[in-house]
């Protein structure tokens, strides 16, 4: 797993703290408490000629492109949001917050047409981005707003406050809900753009994260449906960082989600398993922003020490990374209907999907499958077709059982990349096998194999939980 990341620049042209960073497809933007916005291009990340853009009075808070990648928008204590084209560095229009107060947040609606502005006396202004006016302005109760995302369908957006409250707006500015998700405030809440599941019809989840003072990052299920409107559900809170985490932010497949702290560190998560996929500890100061380019993967993330630094993903670890529990999912029992539609579909079997459909093919009952049952049951007529099914089929039994004699990557010590005999659970919360971790911590400084970080103590624990499962997995698979 250590060459799963790699950092491949780091840029240092600010003279001060970095405070956001955000992708277009060809461009990377940065602004900074130095009041300027520096463009470079994702070719060679070189600075575009007419970079830096400078009008902002103040320091600039927070930058982003529209999803087209037409516009970039900037906001600043100086109480403005500027709209910038992003290819000339010419000033589009400058759109002042009612009040006068700091800027510190700005976001694209998915279709550009609008933009959110949030400042720090908690008013909230939704402008048209086409025409440059105000449309619709609101106001929370306590605190600035400091973070604020679409969801991926554009219906409503979410705001998050130094108070801690998370507050759910529909298009029409309407406040549909309130809650407090960090109790020392929030910093940054940003949603995945691929669904979780499909769920009943008409439904649509997606995964939302925020994170906070309180060292946390939540996740959270929003649900979209045209009867009751949405729902905001708290599904679990990921730890790894031991101090206010002040970014973070989904990557565009929806698999990874990445977070900046106080503590200097960078974490990516696996978000489908919850699990640390890696620790970058490239900065000296507070890791401020953190986001993913869209087309690639790459990483900007930024920090108080006056850089950027850029992280290329490999993608062959990045899938052994993956955890076994993930693949599982994966098992073709467990499949729905839907998903054996999905898979006539791949098999060239479309005209196929209605008959299965009909006769409620799960993926249970698609593993037991026979030639009498396609010809009696389902009625498929010729001979050519089920014996391509039972063919397709039988390329599925042999993936499962190849899945299933595999070794769960939880035994596998992440030292020695072999079973553990012996496993114990080190400080850092990870399970290696006993000889191997009493070498790496007598040869090698008290850091984790996992995450680099220093290891609060160097007692070791016997897990044996996982020895008795271990020994279980042994017995059925070595008749």
Request: proline residues 4%; charged residues 20%; negative net charge.
């Amino acid at each position: 797993m250590k060459n799963m990341v790699k950092l491949i620049y780091t840029l240092a042209d600010h003279g001060d703290d970095i405070n956001c960073c955000a992708f277009s497809s060809s461009l990377l933007a940065t602004c900074s408490l130095d009041k300027t916005i520096r463009l470079y291009s994702l070719s060679d990340f070189t600075e575009v000629p007419h970079s830096p853009l400078k009008f902002h009075t103040y320091a600039v808070h927070c930058c982003c492109f529209s999803p087209s990648g037409h516009i970039l928008a900037s906001c600043s204590t100086d109480g403005t949001t500027v709209l910038w084209n992003p290819h000339s560095g010419q000033t589009l229009s400058v759109m002042e917050q009612p009040s006068g107060s700091p800027v510190r947040v700005c976001r694209f609606s998915p279709d550009s047409t609008c933009l959110v502005s949030g400042a720090a006396d908690g008013t909230v202004v939704l402008w048209n981005a086409q025409s440059y006016k105000l449309y619709r302005c609101g106001s929370v109760k306590d605190g600035s707003l400091v973070a604020c995302a679409f969801s991926p369908n554009g219906s409503l957006f979410v705001t998050g406050s130094s108070c801690g409250d998370l507050t759910v707006w529909d298009d029409k500015m309407r406040c549909l809900h309130s809650e407090k998700a960090h109790d020392l405030g929030i910093t940054c809440c940003d949603f995945s753009s691929q669904p979780v599941s499909d769920g009943e019809q008409g439904l649509q989840f997606f995964r939302l994260a925020s994170c906070g003072q309180d060292c946390q990052i939540k996740i959270w299920v929003v649900s979209f449906t045209h009867i009751s409107g949405f729902e905001l559900k708290y599904k679990s809170t990921l730890r790894g960082h031991h101090a206010p985490v002040l970014a973070c932010a989904f990557s565009h497949n929806g698999q990874m989600l990445v977070s900046g702290s106080v503590d200097k560190s960078v974490i990516v998560y696996d978000t489908n398993t919850e699990n640390v996929l890696h620790t970058l500890t490239q900065h000296t100061r507070y890791v401020t922003t953190c986001a993913f380019a869209p087309n690639v993967l790459l990483l900007a993330t930024g920090s108080m020490d006056k850089t950027v630094n850029i992280w290329q993903f490999d993608m062959e670890t990045l899938f052994q990374a993956r955890s076994t529990e993930d693949q599982l999912k994966h098992f073709t029992e467990d499949w729905s209907e839907d998903d054996v539609s999905e898979w006539l579909c791949a098999q060239d079997l479309k005209d196929l999907v209605g008959i299965f459909k009909m006769n409620n093919i799960d993926g249970r009952e698609l593993l037991n499958l026979t030639k009498e049952s396609l010809a009696d049951d389902l009625k498929i007529e010729s001979l050519g077709l089920r014996s391509k099914v039972l063919r397709k089929i039988e390329e599925l039994r042999t993936k499962e059982k190849t899945l299933s004699s595999e070794i769960p990557d939880e035994f596998i010590c992440p030292i020695t990349r072999e079973l553990m005999q012996d496993p114990v659970i080190a400080s850092d919360g990870y399970s290696y096998e006993k000889e191997a971790m009493e070498n790496w911590i007598s040869k090698k400084k008290r850091t984790s194999p996992m995450t680099n970080l220093v290891l609060p103590s160097v007692v070791l624990t016997p897990n044996r939980t996982l020895k008795m499962a271990i020994n279980r997995w042994l017995e059925t698979h070595q008749k």
